[in-house]
């Protein structure tokens, strides 16, 4: 009988990437892969360790596989990610339990690192974090139709508040006929929705060919049979340049949707947090986006409570939400990291004024939000077909200008069966919080 393996991937979709490669190891070793960790044999989790919710969330889902283990349930424990990649020698400490700690540049070794393990000796190791594969074949866990494309790894931004640079590496990207050659292999298994992701995808190819090549990775990428939907996360405004939001605007398979992290708008707070862009340069963006491309989804997220911050310059952040109307906007209150410059920044604001700010933003965000789907009533919108949930009697999907897992959906109706992946037309009669109701109109796959 194959010993069963359970994979738990928390945190981010740069992260789940990582965990498919491992998979793909796994499975090519004769590994049996199930989907629950209570089920397996060896559970294997990849953390995240980016703020403290992140920690904490790793944290209990370590204790409840430690938990099993006592239980007999699972027999052996792994640890890898940035959870243990930041604490190391820390991390095995706490948790005697795992069979194996390790750091993100061992993954490649998983297979090695599982056969001492069943062994019974028990794995610290950690390497070079640079020597995480930029490549390497996966097993996709997400929907059957669309995928994750990394293009690059590490983050060279620094930003005050931020710990990737230290946990990841600096900005690494993967060469562009890597790429094409990921997305087609995609494409030829039935991905028709690909994601592009990096810690900054708009810095893509600075280090191997001298300058941003985003532009031209996404014409190449379009150029690929079977791909419907291109999306592009995490784009820095700094690197927004006119020709790539000329390729954006002219690409049909180019969702107009761009995930811009901009974090703050009042000039002193942005210095602070080594950001590259000024108020009235992000002012100035967000005006040119919409203007050349009208129907254009832009998503941003905001952190409020870092050191410093004044109640006049929350309310100017707060007013900043108000006049820019982002179509999609999670606000998170400032966590301090140590090791961060930040973290030692002066003052630093109680937890409870934070999260109050974050809430306002939230609060504010979620009327606008609500005027914007609003707006939608009446219209008629190309979706992708998700599932059926079978307690609303009803299709679920999402539109163009929604992003899996962050943004909202669209539930829905058709007179005619429908499958998974499919694209339809749906028209909107209704709104529910976040997300939209509507019939399908066309019932054949949108062209």
Request: proline share 3%; with cysteine.
């Amino acid at each position: 009988m194959p010993i069963k393996i359970g994979m738990v991937s928390l945190g981010c979709s740069k992260n789940l990437v990582d965990s498919e490669r491992m998979l793909y190891k796994l499975r090519q070793r004769g590994y049996e892969l199930v989907t629950e960790p209570g089920l397996s044999d060896i559970a294997v989790v990849n953390t995240c360790g980016f703020i403290q919710s992140a920690k904490e969330e790793a944290i209990e889902t370590i204790l409840e596989l430690v938990t099993l283990k006592n239980e007999g349930t699972i027999k052996k424990i792994i640890i890898t990610g940035c959870l243990s990649e930041r604490y190391r020698d820390e991390m095995a400490k706490e948790f005697p339990e795992a069979d194996a700690v390790i750091g993100i540049g061992k993954n490649d070794d998983i297979v090695d690192v599982i056969d001492h393990v069943l062994a019974d000796e028990r794995v610290i190791e950690f390497g070079n974090k640079l020597d995480l594969s930029l490549t390497g074949s996966r097993i996709v866990s997400t929907l059957p139709f669309f995928a994750y494309l990394k293009i690059a790894e590490g983050c060279s931004n620094c930003c005050t508040y931020c710990a990737i640079p230290y946990i990841r590496g600096r900005f690494r990207s993967v060469p562009m006929e890597d790429v094409i050659a990921e997305a087609k292999w995609l494409a030829e298994n039935g991905y028709t929705e690909l994601i592009v992701i990096a810690q900054d995808s708009t810095r893509y190819g600075e280090d191997l060919y001298g300058k941003s090549v985003l532009p031209e990775l996404l014409k190449e990428l379009c150029r690929i049979e079977g791909i419907h939907w291109i999306r592009v996360l995490y784009c820095y405004p700094e690197r927004i340049t006119d020709e790539l939001i000329d390729v954006i605007a002219s690409e049909d398979k180019i969702v107009k949707y761009l995930d811009i992290p901009i974090q703050h708008c009042n000039d002193d707070i942005l210095r602070k947090m080594n950001r590259k862009s000024s108020k009235e340069e992000l002012t100035a963006l967000i005006k040119k986006l919409r203007e050349k491309i009208p129907e254009i989804t832009i998503r941003t997220t905001l952190i409020t409570g870092f050191p410093g911050e004044t109640q006049e310059m929350f309310e100017e952040l707060a007013e900043f939400v108000k006049e820019m109307r982002f179509e999609r906007l999670g606000c998170f209150a400032y966590s301090q990291e140590e090791g961060t410059p930040a973290a030692s920044f002066e003052p630093q604001l109680d937890e409870e004024v934070k999260a109050h700010r974050a809430d306002i933003i939230m609060e504010q965000q979620q009327l606008i939000s609500e005027e914007m789907n609003a707006q939608k009533l009446g219209g008629t919108f190309e979706a992708v077909v998700e599932g059926f949930d079978k307690w609303a009697e009803c299709y679920f999907g999402r539109m163009a200008c929604d992003a899996p897992d962050i943004d909202g959906k669209v539930f829905f109706t058709s007179d005619s069966k429908l499958e998974i992946g499919q694209y339809v037309r749906i028209k909107i009669n209704d709104t529910l919080d976040y997300d939209l109701i509507g019939e399908v109109t066309e019932d054949e796959s949108a062209k």
